[in-house]
T-cell receptor, first 111, second 116 residues
Framework: QKEVEQDPGPLSVPEGAIVSLNCTYSNSAFQYFMWYRQYSRKGPELLMYTYSSGNKEDGRFTAQVDKSSKYISLFIRDSQPSDSATYLCAMKETGTYKYIFGTGTRLKVLA | ETGVTQSPTHLIKTRGQQVTLRCSSQSGHNTVSWYQQALGQGPQFIFQYYREEENGRGNFPPRFSGLQFPNYSSELNVNALELDDSALYLC???????????????FGPGTRLTVL
C-alpha cells in the first residue's frame, strides 16, 4: 500500500462546476499538507498549504484536512477551462525533510 | 522576489553518460530538495540540501549525488545514466533547519532529461 493514494482520473467536469479532489494517506504522523497544480511538462505550482486539521480557503480554492479519517480534499468552485491540469497532493511529518506526493489527478474542465 | 530557476530546460544524453542539473533557490530560502518525476507519476524525493550538506535521501542509488553552494544554489549529478533515468527533474526550495524543512515548498520549472 502506498503512503499516499490519489485517484489518477481523468476527471471531466463542465465549466462552472464544483470540483472535489481527494487524497487518502496511511501515516498518522503527517502534519503538513499541500496541494499543487501542474500543467503539462511544467513544474508544480503551490496552491494551498495547511498545517494539521481544518479548512483553509483562498479565492475559489478550499482545502480540507480530516486527520481522523486520514483524508484531505481540495475543492475548486466555479471551475474554468484554465483549471485543466494535474493536481498533486503532498504531505510530511513534523521534523522531517521529505514530502510524499500522490500520483496526481488529471482534471479536465470542459467549456 | 525571484522564484526557483533551473537549467537546462531540456537535455538529451546517451546511456552511460553523466549529467549535471542546476537550480537556484527562491530568495530567502536556504534549503533545496530534488525530485524525479516520471511520466504520469508524482514527484519522488531524491535528496535535500541544507547548509551545503545532504539533509536526507530517498531511495535513489549513490550515482545520484548533489551539491549545495554558499548562495544556496544546488546541483544534481547523475552518473552512469540508465534509460529509466529519463524523467522530469524538479528542484524545490524552502526555509529549513537541520533535519526538517518548514513552511511551503516551491518548485522550479524542471529539467526534462531524455536518456537514449
Amino acid at each position: 500500500q502506498k503512503e499516499v493514494e490519489q485517484d489518477p482520473g481523468p476527471l471531466s467536469v463542465p465549466e462552472g462546476a464544483i470540483v472535489s479532489l481527494n487524497c487518502t494517506y496511511s501515516n498518522s504522523a503527517f502534519q503538513y499538507f499541500m496541494w499543487y497544480r501542474q500543467y503539462s511538462r511544467k513544474g508544480p505550482e503551490l496552491l494551498m498549504y495547511t498545517y494539521s486539521s481544518g479548512n483553509k480557503e483562498d479565492g475559489r480554492f478550499t482545502a480540507q484536512v480530516d486527520k481522523s479519517s486520514k483524508y484531505i480534499s481540495l475543492f475548486i468552485r466555479d471551475s474554468q477551462p484554465s483549471d485543466s491540469a494535474t493536481y498533486l497532493c503532498a504531505m510530511k511529518e513534523t521534523g522531517t525533510y521529505k514530502y510524499i506526493f500522490g500520483t496526481g489527478t488529471r482534471l479536465k474542465v470542459l467549456a | 522576489e525571484t522564484g526557483v530557476t533551473q537549467s537546462p530546460t531540456h537535455l538529451i544524453k546517451t546511456r552511460g553518460q553523466q549529467v549535471t542539473l542546476r537550480c537556484s533557490s527562491q530568495s530567502g530560502h536556504n534549503t533545496v530538495s530534488w525530485y524525479q518525476q516520471a511520466l504520469g507519476q508524482g514527484p519522488q524525493f531524491i535528496f535535500q540540501y541544507y547548509r551545503e550538506e545532504e539533509n536526507g535521501r530517498g531511495n535513489f542509488p549513490p550515482r545520484f549525488s548533489g551539491l549545495q553552494f554558499p548562495n544556496y544554489s544546488s546541483e544534481l549529478n547523475v552518473n552512469a545514466l540508465e534509460l529509466d533515468d529519463s524523467a522530469l527533474y524538479l528542484c524545490a526550495s524552502s526555509r529549513g533547519g537541520a533535519g526538517a524543512s518548514v513552511g511551503e515548498q516551491f518548485f522550479g520549472p524542471g529539467t526534462r532529461l531524455t536518456v537514449l
